[in-house]
């Protein structure tokens, strides 16, 4: 509808996330096999053997040049880790998934 939102502004504090970061031909493909790796990774494919539960967002970064004058084909795609699990996160059993803590960071979502 004309006027709705179509997206949504959210703060999220200092905290640890899973990320991949994917550069296959097309940016959908790079999206949706960074998500499935993530998804192995939140279902019992980590350290700890345990689903760690959907959290929302489910971020996705998409990368410019150096020159930020045109997007590269690398994509990340990043999940937020659970308030349990911040201060000790599972170890992902996928070598190309990699825990980053982030700075306090704005998301616009929808």
């Not at 499935?36 to 996705?60: A, D, H």
Request: aromatic content about 10%; charged content about 20%.
């Amino acid at each position: 509808q004309l006027g709705d939102l179509l997206y949504e502004k959210r703060q999220y504090g200092k905290a640890k996330w899973a990320c991949i970061k994917m550069k296959e031909k097309q940016y959908e493909q790079s999206i949706c096999l960074g998500f499935m790796k993530l998804m192995r990774y939140i279902c019992e494919q980590n350290s700890s053997g345990l689903y760690l539960g959907i959290t929302v967002p489910i971020v996705t970064i998409v990368h410019t040049n150096e020159a930020q004058s045109a997007m590269s084909q690398a994509v990340t795609v990043a999940y937020y880790l659970p308030e349990v699990l911040q201060d000790e996160p599972p170890h992902p059993f996928d070598s190309d998934i990699i825990i980053e803590e982030w700075p306090a960071t704005i998301v616009y979502s929808r």
